[in-house]
């Protein structure tokens, strides 16, 4: 069976966690920094809560756990190996979810100004992390220039740059809920079809794939 691509696969996660079609992207649109992190988290926490119950049911998820523990037993599956950058997104989204939180004027300030006060000698680290979707490092003679890259276009652009990272994310998660690499080493996949195409005719999911149609074709007639 053919793996969802991107947009598909978040459509999916969406479903999986009861939140209407198009619920990750519109968040694009809150109106402040805090509340955009904060629910981008919550959104990648849950997506990793049922993950987790599914591929690992014998674990007590009654007893608390921290976010960091979430991610490390999520990429104690099988298949996430290969994925290992974004075990360092989900931590470091972890990381600014928590400065936000925690600090009562963070609710007035904007990614830029968080991220400026993380200290120097953490903070390019942190900022190429939540950039991994700009491009996933292939070789160690193109990662200085992929870092450089990432780091200038988050700075630039920080909402936009953290949403298509999580976007990459969340996809990871909702591959890994409905594939599984058996002990044999074979894909094994949950029939998850029928859901997709109910959410592919959802009126607002067609008028968004009709506008990225049209701005990929303007596009392409300006090229």
């Known amino acids: 069976m053919k793996a969802p691509n991107n947009f598909e696969a978040i459509l999916l996660a969406e479903f999986n966690l009861g939140l209407p079609p198009l619920t990750f992207f519109k968040l694009i649109k809150e109106p402040s920094d805090w509340s ?10 849950c997506a990793l809560n049922c993950l987790l119950e ?9 007893r608390p756990m921290t976010f960091v523990s979430k991610v490390q037993l999520a990429f104690e599956l099988p298949m996430p190996a ?22 009562a004027n963070y ?15 953490r903070r390019n680290a942190v900022i190429e992390s939540l ?13 200085a220039r992929n870092a450089e890259l990432r780091q ?13 990272s999580a976007g990459y994310a969340l996809e990871l998660l909702s ?37 990225m149609e049209s701005l990929s074709s303007d596009n392409d007639d300006e090229s």
């Open 82 to 103: 290969r994925d290992d950058y974004y075990r360092n997104f989900f931590k470091n989204l972890n990381y600014i979810r928590n400065r936000f939180a925690h600090r």
């Open 175 to 211: 591959i890994l809920y409905f594939i599984e690499f058996g002990k044999d080493g074979k894909l094994y996949a949950d029939e998850f079809q029928p859901q997709l195409q109910d959410l592919l005719n959802d009126p607002a999911v067609i008028a968004l794939r009709r506008k």
């Open 152 to 164: 200038a276009l988050f700075v630039k652009h920080p909402r936009n740059i953290l949403l298509l």
């Open 36 to 45: 955009f992190v904060l629910k981008l988290h919550t959104v990648l926490e």
């Open 131 to 143: 950039a991994v979707g700009v491009k996933t490092p292939e070789t160690s003679e193109n990662d």
């Open 107 to 121: 609710i007035l300030y904007d990614l830029k100004q968080v991220i400026q006060e993380i200290p120097l000698h």
């Open 54 to 62: 599914k591929r690992m049911p014998a674990y007590d998820y009654d």
